[in-house]
């Protein structure tokens, strides 16, 4: 006589499939965490957090190694300077360090790029001074007359932009002691309304106008591991002053960005000349 608790054929298939099943499931988990790669294996937890191959989180000194982040730094706007020319057409707002704050941002892009706005938060003090008493006579063609459209000489909320990475430059890779240029666009509020001054004359870049001036961008300092921590921002151009002699200064675009059949053209304000002298520190 057969035992009673002895297990049927029907209830022993099915517990091989759940078996079967359970197996089928593990690979497929274990195989979803590994992802083979030409090096090796990356490991991944259940969190999707990279690890070793033990399952442990990898150090994040590891994980982070490669990583380039924006830098916070100093930037220093002189209001004089007789190395670039008698009077500076930019200029500080009376306190000449701009530092990286929750009201202003001063810092060097992750790409390598230099940007400084002194109205990153809507309640701001600071300002830069700009002035706008050198313009260009006939370098505006749509201008009454065809010379520019002077605005006021005053501190202005402004920006800061040198966009190195348009012309495949780096601040973070500049050598101690070496020179590069780079395209600068200065964003100002006047009236409610942006201004933008546009110092770029490669056409590989944005905002081009070919009789603008790079800025000078020099490494100055470098930290214990070499790299460069001080930078200097003067212009690459010069203009004869009245009395006969030269002075630094670049060539700048005023446009005033203008929305069009949904599209932004910059209209045409006119050329000025703009000598300045700017220092960026890390930290």
Known sequence: MEDSKANSPIQTGRRSQVVLLAVAILAIGCSALTFATDAGATFLNWRGAATDNYGVPAPKSIAQKNKVVDVPVTTTILSADANIAPALQIGNDGASSYPNTKDVQSLIQS?????????????????????????????????PNGNPIAMPSQLYPTRFIAKCHEYNANMFTLAFGATMQCPMYTRVIFNGDNYRINMNPNPAAQGYYPET??????????????????????????????????????????????TFRGKTVDVD???????????????
């Open 269 to 283: 304000q006119g050329d000025f000349y703009f000598s300045f002298s700017i220092q960026v520190t890390n930290p």
């Open 111 to 143: 790409v390598g790029d230099w940007v400084m706005q002194s109205d990153f938060s809507t309640v701001s003090t600071r300002t830069v001074f700009v002035d706008f008493g050198k313009p260009i006579a006939g370098s505006c063609p749509t201008c």
């Open 213 to 258: 001036n790079d800025v000078n961008i020099s490494c100055t300092g470098m930290d214990s591991l070499g790299k460069c921590n001080k930078w200097k921002l003067e212009p690459s151009g010069y203009y004869m002053m009245p009395d006969g002699s030269v002075a630094r200064g670049n060539v700048g675009k005023l446009v005033k960005p203008t």
